[in-house]
């Protein structure tokens, strides 16, 4: 097995206040392990000074949900790759399927994202996946092989292994429904192998999560697959008792 270190990433989507975020991070930072997976918070834009003021001394590290991809300019209610840069956050969830779904974020944009996020040292969190009727219909590797490919398309081959990516199936978002762990390792392989035909390097680095209802009970399962190097969590994230589990579940399988 490739040598690819677990991810752990909270999408908390529009939930919790600044005094949420704290009280949060209170109970769960001291519950993450000294060693092990990676451990990334992404609140809303709002509470990301509070979160990187108390992840400072730890090892979690802090995303945001999402950013415009010009430094400034004329583009109301949008934040840019410097600001976040400058809050100290590490790094941005790109294309999550409810912006895609609700806010109009397009390949195209996202074409344009990618790039900008690496060139400002943020590492990006770029999701895919397919919805119900597309998966019914076995066009999820079509779908897969169409996103990353228009997604990537302006990323250098040499800074692959930087993005991180996370297959999100859309039926399995916060419906309960998970995907079982062998859905998950075969489109996850389909992601790697379609990296590979750029670069096998980065086919080698690059980490790919899971994402879709992870829970307690199911994180181990999901991510001891070959090829699922940790997951994006939503709904259980929220509960910090709950993303820590998820967090130690992920530690033996490697
Ligand atoms: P969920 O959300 O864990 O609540 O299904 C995952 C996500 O949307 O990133």
Partial sequence: MADRVPLLAANWKMH?????????????????????????????????RTAVEHCAQSRTRVAAQNMHEEPEGAFTGEVSPPMLVELGVDGVILGHSERRQYFGETDEALARKLPAALGAGLEPILCVGENESQRDSDETEGVLTRQI??????????????VVIAYEPIWAIGTGRTATPDQAQEAIATIRGLIENRSADAAGAIRILYGGSVKPDNAAELIGRADVDGALVGGASLDPGDFAAIVQAAEPSR
């Fill in 16 to 48: 919790k206040t600044i005094e949420e975020t704290e009280r949060f991070l209170a109970d769960f930072l001291p519950r993450v392990p000294d060693a092990g997976p990676e451990v990334v918070i992404c609140p809303p834009f709002l509470s990301l």
């Fill in 149 to 162: 490919e228009a997604d990537l398309a302006h990323v250098p081959d040499d800074r692959l292994a930087d």
